[in-house]
């Protein structure tokens, strides 16, 4: 199978793939803290490894091209523990703008941004009026782990979603990149284990250090590889859907 990778092809593969109105995915991620037991790539890490999926799933039906994954993002409420890149929002709507008009200068005409941190959820929902705006490009956004929520509940034990460095996150570092678990401080990644407390009629920033002694809301305890690879065929079944959707109503 040739490859999804953008970086992996050359600049008249590229060109060939403008022309053929393939769509381009734009992974979006974060690097931030993420527990005594995860390295802070993990958004960067997971969003990559399930759009890559994703894209090879749906590559018999759609032809889909993923750009490499902008690796910062909006987390500010990491900042506290140390270990975080964070934007704010005049540099993120304009880093994701000079992205979005180079793919448009390329010649394509269909992105689609694949989330992989809750951080940035409301800043792409509030970009995507601009971006229509300011590109002729037809631009859909989502995040991964939302697309395939109902999915999870089945898969795990004392969660129903993902949370933050939990068991979701955790199990699927262990298929993405094996290795990389801390796994003598397992023991210690468990915090806010009801999720994350808050009133949806009112907002505030608040820094994960308010809520979780140890950056981690959920237990990860419970993590294993068996769940991982569960949980990253959900999220790539999920994203393979939507790509395929996209394809029709071309």
């Excluded at 995860?38 to 799933?57: F, Q, W």
């Excluded at 929902?125 to 999915?151: G, I, K, N, Q, S």
């Excluded at 795990?156 to 570092?173: I, N, P």
Aim: charged share 20%.
């Amino acid at each position: 199978m040739a490859s999804v990778l953008w970086m992996d092809l050359t600049a008249e593969e590229l060109r060939a793939k403008a022309a053929a109105d393939t769509i381009v995915v734009l992974p979006v991620a974060s690097i931030e803290q993420h527990g005594p037991h995860l390295p802070v790539g993990v958004d960067t890490i997971l969003c990559s490894g399930v759009c890559k999926a994703a894209a090879e799933r749906a590559g018999d039906d759609v032809d889909v091209v993923v750009a490499p994954t902008l690796w910062c993002g909006m987390a500010e409420h990491h900042m506290a523990f140390g270990g975080t890149f964070t934007f704010d929002i005049p540099t993120y709507r304009a880093v994701l703008l000079s992205f979005l008009k180079s793919i448009e200068r390329h010649g394509f005409h269909r992105v689609l941004i694949v989330n992989g941190h809750g951080g940035n959820i409301a800043a792409l929902t509030a970009f995507l009026p601009d971006f229509a705006r300011e590109t002729r490009l037809h631009v859909e956004a989502t995040t991964y782990f939302l697309l395939a929520e109902a999915a999870f509940p089945p898969l795990l034990q004392d969660q129903k979603g993902v949370q933050h460095a939990c068991e979701v996150e955790t199990s699927m570092m262990m298929v993405l990149a094996p290795g990389s678990v801390r796994e003598p401080r397992l023991l210690e990644a468990f915090g806010a284990r009801n999720g994350l407390p808050g009133r949806p009629t009112v907002s505030r920033h608040r820094s994960f250090r308010e809520m979780t002694e140890t950056g981690v809301v959920g237990d990860a305890r419970r993590a294993t590889p068996e769940k991982g690879q569960a949980c990253l065929d959900a999220c790539a079944d999920a994203l393979a859907g939507l790509l395929r959707e996209m394809g029709r109503a071309a």
